[in-house]
């Protein structure tokens, strides 16, 4: 969570007002950390990402400017925003010279405490404004990647599954294929006798074509006396008590042929 908190940057080689300034901002609703010297807060700032960094201009060691001057020479530091704390304005070259290194305002000392905690919450805002930019972007690439790559895997599915498709259907081909001209004849019907599919060889022991077969009911081509064999048969069937099949004649069947019967598992 505190990554999520924002951070400012104080500094000032004069630690007694280093620490009143950190008094003054104890109530905003963010981390301040403070430095008694350029160096060290070229340290905190390779560390940390400011929403803003607040520099004193008369420091003995790195003045104000040159601090300015090296912070935005750092990778993705150079947007840091900076206030230039002064103890006087010397003259309006010197306050230009702050604006072209990258200031964003300046603030005279003593700072007036109203004043400096506005103008700190300005700048607060405009970081959490731009944090929360960052996560929708980040949250909306990765929305976007995760559809992506559920995208790549329903694409490889449904090639899987086109595949699988292609080969029931051949599979499907070469079992129509042996049905229809196998040489013996085969039919299947339901438990009341009803044709559901029927092969060539089944149509001509039938004398009929396979068309004009399908939902025909089997027993209009039974003898009259073979019917109670083939309800008996087909009950026995369907409740899976009978394993193999019965022999019944065929109305139309010549020189008293019969038609063998037997249920395939």
Same mark, same amino acid.
């Given at each position: 969570m505190n990554d999520l908190i924002s951070k400012i940057l104080i500094v000032d080689d004069d630690v007694y007002y280093l620490t009143l300034l950190k008094a003054i901002l104890k109530n905003i609703d963010a981390n301040v950390l403070?430095? =008694?010297?350029? /160096?060290?807060?070229?340290?905190?700032?390779? /560390?940390?990402? !400011?929403?803003?960094?607040?520099? $004193?201009?008369?420091?003995?060691?790195? $003045?104000? !400017?040159?601090?300015?001057?090296?912070?935005?020479?750092?990778?993705?530091? $150079?947007?840091?925003?900076?206030?230039?704390?002064?103890?006087?304005?010397?003259? =309006?070259?010197?306050? !230009?010279?702050?604006?072209?290194?990258?200031?964003?305002?300046?603030?005279?000392?003593?700072v007036n405490k109203n004043i400096f905690v506005n103008k700190v919450n300005i700048f607060l805002k405009? $970081?959490?404004?731009?944090? +929360?930019?960052?996560?929708?972007?980040?949250?909306?690439?990765?929305?976007?990647?995760?559809?992506?790559?559920?995208?790549? =895997?329903? +694409?490889?599915?449904?090639? /899987?599954?086109?595949?699988?498709?292609k080969e029931i259907e051949k599979s499907q081909r070469k079992y129509i294929k042996l049905y229809d001209f196998a040489p013996t004849g085969y039919l299947t019907i339901n438990r009341e006798g009803r044709l559901f599919e029927i092969n060539l060889k089944g149509a001509r022991l039938l004398e009929d074509d396979r068309s004009n077969l399908i939902d025909c009911n089997l027993k209009e081509f039974i003898e009259n006396e073979m019917l109670s064999f083939l309800d008996d048969f087909l009950i026995q069937v369907f409740e899976n008590k009978m394993p193999s099949g019965c022999e019944i004649r065929l109305k139309r069947l010549k020189e008293n042929q019969s038609l063998y019967i037997w249920k395939v598992r």
């Amino acid at each position: 969570m505190n990554d999520l908190i924002s951070k400012i940057l104080i500094v000032d080689d004069d630690v007694y007002y280093l620490t009143l300034l950190k008094a003054i901002l104890k109530n905003i609703d963010a981390n301040v950390l403070i430095a =008694e010297s350029g /160096e060290k807060a070229l340290l905190l700032v390779e /560390e940390n990402d !400011f929403a803003l960094a607040i520099l $004193d201009i008369q420091m003995a060691d790195m $003045d104000g !400017f040159e601090l300015a001057m090296r912070i935005r020479s750092l990778q993705n530091r $150079d947007l840091v925003p900076i206030i230039f704390l002064t103890s006087y304005f010397s003259d =309006e070259i010197q306050m !230009f010279k702050g604006y072209d290194i990258g200031a964003i305002d300046y603030l005279t000392k003593p700072v007036n405490k109203n004043i400096f905690v506005n103008k700190v919450n300005i700048f607060l805002k405009l $970081d959490r404004q731009k944090r +929360n930019l960052i996560s929708s972007k980040e949250s909306l690439e990765r929305s976007k990647s995760e559809l992506e790559a559920q995208q790549k =895997e329903m +694409n490889f599915k449904n090639s /899987e599954l086109r595949k699988s498709q292609k080969e029931i259907e051949k599979s499907q081909r070469k079992y129509i294929k042996l049905y229809d001209f196998a040489p013996t004849g085969y039919l299947t019907i339901n438990r009341e006798g009803r044709l559901f599919e029927i092969n060539l060889k089944g149509a001509r022991l039938l004398e009929d074509d396979r068309s004009n077969l399908i939902d025909c009911n089997l027993k209009e081509f039974i003898e009259n006396e073979m019917l109670s064999f083939l309800d008996d048969f087909l009950i026995q069937v369907f409740e899976n008590k009978m394993p193999s099949g019965c022999e019944i004649r065929l109305k139309r069947l010549k020189e008293n042929q019969s038609l063998y019967i037997w249920k395939v598992r």
